[in-house]
């Protein structure tokens, strides 16, 4: 991805000064929001290693690679939305971080989950989350797809 390309993250950022200095390892995520927010650009890339190696120990289990490697190839996503964080700061040791991510691959639908973080040893891994239900805008509100529509008009 071109340095100066806005980042998928949502940011409005420049990929090479938001997610793309941790994708490429030349800087740890300073938070659990911001990994949180690269582990998305890495699903949306196809980065199963950096999934991988950000993903919290205890919770690794041996078929992680090759999940991943069927989700980030079945699954397009399209937007990320940050909710809400709490906790999660450079100077904490938790963190949590809830959004709603949106996919258009196998279908249209969305993500919204309650991340947990933990810092170890100055990084931040993501331990698991918590599913939770759809946000469903009201029928003349936009449509949470992005479309512009809408949601009476598009998934309503």
Known sequence: MPSSTPCLCGSERPYSNCCGQYLTELNIAPTAEALMRSRYVAYCNGNVDYLV???????????????????????????????????????????????????????????????????????WFYVDGEMLPPILPKRNQACWCGSGKKFKHCHG
């Open 53 to 123: 190696a950000t993903r919290h120990s205890s919770t690794r289990r041996f078929d992680d690679r090759i999940n991943l490697v069927k989700s980030v190839k079945t699954t397009v996503w399209e937007a990320l939305t940050v909710l809400n964080t709490r906790q999660g700061r450079q100077n904490n040791r938790t963190g949590y971080v809830e959004f709603m991510a949106v996919h258009s691959q196998p279908n249209w639908g969305q993500l919204h989950e309650r991340s947990r973080f933990i810092k170890e040893n100055g990084r």
